[in-house]
């Protein structure tokens, strides 16, 4: 039975393929206060920003192509049941191959229905509009959890580390709640490896490994090192 590797991602392995990370140094996300494009007041104070925000960061997505971190993550598949927890919204998983991915805080290229959740709908263009509706006649918005917002799959993200054989945390300074907690809730002495040049404070803990290094570097060796234990 192949070992299970889960591995949470953040904005630093999107980064590298070019997409601004969620909060710059400044606190700022592409020059916009973070609550005025990702928080249900900022959507009923001004929703033609939010949209047109997000139309700019879906272009930018679908432009981006995934970079040696995500195919490391792929190439792991090989020999191990991997199942990855991001916190991004892009596609680019996906686009490298990763085969189980769950989109913490939603995705980019989808919409929802403004009042029935359960109404989401896969995005061919790069664009809503105000005006652009669900079939029950209400504004679509994009399908992303805003500040605010319940995480929907943060449950089963849980289940998913607990039951991991090797846990890694890539290209994300754990400060964003409540994917920040999911380190937590990994098995006793269960390796885990943080991979970020940045080193996040984390309590030590039995088979902890700090890889100070981005994403498109750490994540190729950490696999390949994985990969040469399991032959």
């Known amino acids: 039975m192949k070992k299970k590797i889960v591995v949470l991602t953040g904005a630093g392995i999107s980064a590298e393929s070019g997409l601004a ?55 792991l598949e090989q020999d191990f049941e991997v199942v990855i927890i991001t916190q991004n919204v892009d596609d680019l998983h996906e686009r490298a191959g990763s085969s189980r991915v769950l989109h913490l805080h939603g995705k980019l290229l989808e919409s929802r229905s403004t009042r029935f959740e359960h109404l989401v709908y896969p995005m061919t263009s790069d664009r809503i509009e105000l005006g652009d509706q669900c ?54 002495g269960c390796p885990t490896y943080i991979i970020d040049p940045n080193q996040p404070a984390l309590a030590a803990r039995p088979n902890l490994h700090f890889v ?5 570097i750490g994540v190729p060796r950490v696999a390949a090192e994985l990969l040469r234990q399991a032959d």
């Open 21 to 75: 990370t969620f909060r710059g140094s400044d606190g700022l996300w592409e020059g916009h206060q973070v609550e005025d494009v990702a928080s249900p007041e900022g959507w009923a104070r001004n929703p033609e920003l939010v949209l047109e925000f997000y139309n700019q960061r879906r272009a930018a997505a679908r432009a981006a192509q995934p970079n040696a971190g995500h195919l490391a993550l792929v190439a």
């Open 135 to 188: 079939e029950k006649g209400h504004q679509l918005r994009p399908n992303i959890v805003w500040f605010g917002e319940a995480v929907p799959l943060m449950e089963r993200a849980m289940e998913e580390t607990a039951t991991a054989d090797i846990f890694m945390v890539v290209g994300t300074s754990l400060q964003v709640y409540p994917a920040a907690n999911l380190v937590h809730y990994t098995p006793t």
């Open 212 to 216: 100070r290094e981005p994403a498109t």
